[in-house]
């Protein structure tokens, strides 16, 4: 068997391969240049930290989650797309609701004539009341708008409660509306 040597034998044996391995420094004092090129490597070896479990992780999803970021983002903007779509088509709707009460009150006034209107402006309340009743409601709105308020409201008061209330509300309809369009 072979004879194991001391540690102080195994130490010093050490230390005498690793000086003949290595140069010798240079004259002027200075590390030789593979030594400074070997110690600049440990040194950044040593400044970057050990990668760990979670860096790893992190590296390894980040494509992934990514690619996520991306689908839900464009999922978002399909949903908004459509609720712009939906809400343009409730405009329309709501534009072509607007246009029909413009074109029936439209209607309404052009019905009732400046002439006519004159004529029941110059009778008495009682005939005009009289008159207005055996006329159908859209026409007895359409010449009641179009009266001074104090003429119209002379000649409603000879009607029946129900009928005068039924064309104030068709000719104050009109009127709101054609405030708002």
Known sequence: MASVPSPQVLS????????????????DGRAPETQRLKAAAEKSVAEKPP??????????VAPS???????????????LDAQVRQRIVDLEKAEAAARDWIARRDAL?????DDVVAIFAKM??????QQLSA??????????????????????GEMEAERASR???MFSTANVEGKKS
């Open 65 to 79: 989650i990514a690619e996520a970021r991306i689908a839900w983002q464009t999922k978002r903007l399909a949903e």
């Open 124 to 129: 008495q309340p009682e005939a005009a009341a």
């Open 12 to 27: 010093l044996s050490a230390l005498a391969a690793f000086l003949l391995a290595s140069p010798a420094p240079a004259q």
């Open 51 to 60: 990668e760990t479990d979670a860096v790893r992780f992190c590296a390894a």
């Open 109 to 113: 006034v052009a019905v009732a004539n």
């Open 135 to 156: 006329m159908d409601d859209r026409m007895a709105a359409a010449i009641l708008g179009k009266l001074k308020p104090n003429a119209a409201g002379a000649i409603l």
């Open 167 to 169: 064309l104030v509300g």
